[in-house]
T-cell receptor, first 110, second 113 residues
Framework: DAKTTQPPSMDCAEGRAANLPCNHS???????VYWYRQIHSQGPQYIIH?????ETNEMASLIITEDRKSSTLILPHATLRDTAVYYC???????????WGAGTKLIIKP | DAGVTQSPTHLIKTRGQHVTLRCSPI?????VSWYQQVLGQGPQFIFQ???????GRGNFPDRFSARQFPNYSSELNVNALLLGDSALYLC????????????FGSGTRLTVV
C-alpha cells in the first residue's frame, strides 16, 4: 500500500497558486518524498523531491513540515496545462519500486 | 537528447497470445523499470533492471518477464495474454538505482480482445 494520502480532487483558478497537500505520517527519517504528475494519456512526469528542507525548481516548490508527516506541492502560477493527476510518493528502497496511490486530480479553470 | 522511447505505441492482441514491448532508456541511464497502469488507477510496479540484472519484482504472475540488454535497452514479455492485461505499459529510466527521479516514456497501450 502507498504510504501517502492525498485528496482525490482539487480545483484552482488559472494564474493562482495551486497548493496540493499530502500526508505521509509513517515516513522514516531517511525517506524522501517525491512528486510526479500525469497529464491525460501521457507517461508520468517527475516534478520535485525532498527530504526535510523546502525545495524549489523551475516547475514547483515543495514544502515539508518540520515533523515530516506532511508536505505541500506548490505550483506558483497555475496554467491550463497544469491540469493533471498529481502523485505524492514515498519510495520503498527494499524493492526499488514506486508505489502509486490514486493521486489528486487537479483541474485548472480559466 | 531523445527521451525514453517505447515501441509500439499501441497494439491489439488476442487472448492467449504473447507480446513483447520494447524500451530504450535515455542515453547513459543504466536503470530501467516497468509499470502497468490500468485505466483509472495509478501505475503498478512490475520490474526493475540495473546493469542487466533484475533488482526488483512486483506482484505479477510468472507470465510476465523482462530482460535488459548490454546497451541498457529492455524488453517486457507477457505470455498467455488475459483480458485483464489490457493496460498502458510504462517504461522509466534513471541514471543509477536507488534514485527515483525517473523519466518515463509515453507508454505502450495494449488491448487484449
Amino acid at each position: 500500500d502507498a504510504k501517502t494520502t492525498q485528496p482525490p480532487s482539487m480545483d484552482c483558478a488559472e494564474g493562482r497558486a495551486a497548493n496540493l497537500p499530502c500526508n505521509h505520517s509513517t515516513i522514516s527519517g531517511n525517506e524522501y518524498v517525491y512528486w510526479y504528475r500525469q497529464i491525460h494519456s501521457q507517461g508520468p512526469q517527475y516534478i520535485i523531491h525532498g527530504l526535510k528542507n523546502n525545495e524549489t525548481n523551475e516547475m514547483a516548490s515543495l514544502i515539508i513540515t518540520e515533523d515530516r508527516k506532511s508536505s505541500t506541492l506548490i505550483l506558483p502560477h497555475a496554467t491550463l496545462r497544469d491540469t493533471a493527476v498529481y502523485y505524492c510518493i514515498v519510495p520503498m528502497d527494499s524493492n526499488y519500486q514506486l508505489i502509486w496511490g490514486a493521486g489528486t486530480k487537479l483541474i485548472i479553470k480559466p | 537528447d531523445a527521451g525514453v522511447t517505447q515501441s509500439p505505441t499501441h497494439l491489439i492482441k488476442t487472448r492467449g497470445q504473447h507480446v513483447t514491448l520494447r524500451c530504450s532508456p535515455i542515453s547513459g541511464h543504466k536503470s530501467v523499470s516497468w509499470y502497468q497502469q490500468v485505466l483509472g488507477q495509478g501505475p503498478q510496479f512490475i520490474f526493475q533492471y540495473y546493469e542487466k540484472e533484475e533488482r526488483g519484482r512486483g506482484n505479477f504472475p510468472d507470465r510476465f518477464s523482462a530482460r535488459q540488454f548490454p546497451n541498457y535497452s529492455s524488453e517486457l514479455n507477457v505470455n498467455a495474454l488475459l483480458l485483464g492485461d489490457s493496460a498502458l505499459y510504462l517504461c522509466a529510466s534513471s541514471l543509477v538505482i536507488g534514485t527515483y527521479g525517473y523519466t518515463f516514456g509515453s507508454g505502450t497501450r495494449l488491448t487484449v480482445v
